[in-house]
């Protein structure tokens, strides 16, 4: 059945395929993010990662990579880092 409208032209909210459309709608968009979700958190191929992408360190390979960031963040802010970015 065809969907009723009111004298206004406008869907009339009231009736029962209205609800049913509605509910199909809510449901397709449910589906929909639900699917987004799934697509959008990839595995990474890389070892030492976990699915959502950040560091594992609980692995050998992920604590070492660990302490090679934080050895860098360390170096970043040296003095002789410092010192020579200033004469670049």
């Known amino acids: 059945m065809a969907i ?3 004298a206004a032209g406008k869907v009339d909210k009231r009736t029962k395929e209205y609800k049913e459309m509605v509910a199909r ?3 397709a968009r449910a589906a929909l993010k639900k699917e987004s ?3 959008t958190v990839k595995k990474s191929s890389k070892a030492g990662r976990r699915q959502d992408g950040h ?3 609980r ?3 992920g604590k070492e990579a660990a302490a090679r960031m934080a050895a860098a963040r360390k170096a970043k802010g040296s003095l002789k880092n ?3 970015n200033l004469f670049k």
């Open 55 to 57: 560091l594992d360190q």
């Open 82 to 84: 410092k010192i020579k």
């Open 4 to 6: 009723q409208k009111t």
């Open 59 to 61: 692995t050998k390979a």
């Open 37 to 39: 979700k799934k697509s």
């Open 25 to 27: 709608a809510k449901k």
